[in-house]
């Protein structure tokens, strides 16, 4: 989620994370964990978390985007890179 990586422990029930808290083994942290951190749940269970690769399709702006497989991703970044 961040740069510091804090170490974390999570509840999962049913496949899904419910609860993120520190790591008790973690002598640095406890059981205590950032805002950041503690929005994690909500991060990762977000119905319009972005999961796959979008490509925009429309105006900068306009929210018109289009999912394309990662290999398609991957192509168009390195024939942009190839160009510089």
């Known amino acids: 989620m961040c740069s510091y990586r804090c170490p974390i422990q999570a509840q999962v029930i049913n ?3 419910v609860f993120i808290q520190g790591n008790p083994n973690a002598p640095q942290q ?7 951190g503690g ?3 909500s ?32 192509k168009e970044i390195a024939e942009k890179n190839d160009g510089n």
Do not use: F
């Not at 406890?30 to 950041?36: D, I, L, M, S, Y």
């Not at 999961?51 to 398609?72: A, D, F, H, L, N």
């Open 15 to 17: 496949n899904k994370t």
């Open 30 to 36: 406890g059981t205590r964990v950032c805002a950041r």
């Open 39 to 41: 929005s994690g749940v």
């Open 43 to 74: 991060l990762v269970n977000d119905p319009h978390r972005i999961v796959k690769p979008m490509k925009r399709t429309g105006p900068r702006g306009s929210g018109e985007w289009q999912v394309i497989s990662w290999e398609q991703a991957y």
